[in-house]
DNA sequence: TTAAACTTTCAAAAAGTTTTGAAAGTTTAA
DNA sequence: TTAAACTTTCAAAACTTTTTGAAAGTTTAA
């Protein structure tokens, strides 16, 4: 295969990936041509090889630099931004575990909270269901912040060696 | 809060958290409605519930089933179908976890295997760049595919307690 | 059989999301 | 200053996804 198919289907592969989790499919195909650029590419570049507008490459690189994974790029004697994607795919991953849990799981623990006082008969079977899902829900929800909390802290050996030593 | 009230926001919260995930919202409010019903429910009482047409209920319980967290359930004497959430959060998370492992992790370990054999010099920088990103994804999606597998076969209790411990 | 009770399908409509590109805004060099 | 080079914005258009509801299909009881 030659490189240049190589790449497309690899950001035509991360564009399928990206949009089956909720983030626009162009978006992620931004990211993945940064990700096997071995340079920063400037806008101009990024709109050609994508064949996207100005609009939707600008706006896609404001998001993808708000997500934290993508540097706008200063080259001394050059007038344009230049872009680089963050290339350690697991900074990548912890860096998105980061905002998903800030903008996702924080607001959905902050609701259950406010569920648990729920006035009315405790014996009552529709009281009982909803409060023991809720907790439940809690539990879990409680579990999985902690957790994202030490893989954020956590590096990256220890998610390719000792994890898997570990929970064998 | 009203025990109404209270399954109404609950019902709100997990659409909007399944609406970030790339789960039609529809589909999220029909779980979350039978997540805190202590009975099965009709699609009549579905459609009611949610306000929502006849199609759209068929739809989305059928997705749910064939995600594997809701089943159809016949009560003796009825002429009905009643349909029932999976309870055990835990359970679920593992059910969904199995499904996008199987819809989208393993096509796009399929591909990144594909795009090992790129013709071309190793030395050039283009190149160089391509395979070593690719490397690094397919070690991480590794990782992540067995971890996934461990996560399926672990127990709760497991979740709970042992790996928080564990990985402190 | 028949017909009532119920479920599924699917084309069209509605709703939601993304993309475009021209205009407005900003920065820089001369 | 000015104007060229560049970035950002945003309303309208294009596209995608979801929803509707009526019709077709299926099952059951009599």
Known sequence: MELKEAKEQFIHA??????????????AQVHALLLVSPDPLSAEEIMAELNISRGNANMN?????EWGIVNKIHKS????????????????????????KKRELEPVM????????VEGDVNEKDHKAFTETISNIQKFANNADS?????????????????MKLIR
Chains 1, 2 share one sequence.
Request: glycine fraction near 6%; proline fraction near 0%.
């Open 110 to 117: 902050k609701v259950l909270n406010q569920l648990q006082n």
């Open 147 to 163: 957790t994202i909390d030490k893989l954020i802290k956590a590096d990256e050996n220890w998610f390719l060696s000792s994890f």
């Open 61 to 65: 690189l404001r998001d993808l630099i």
């Open 14 to 27: 991360w564009g399928t990936l990206g949009s089956n989790w909720g983030i626009n499919k162009t978006m």
């Open 77 to 100: 004697g050059e007038r344009k931004e230049f872009f680089s994607a963050e290339k350690d795919i697991w900074e990548v991953a912890k860096q998105i575990a980061k905002e998903r």
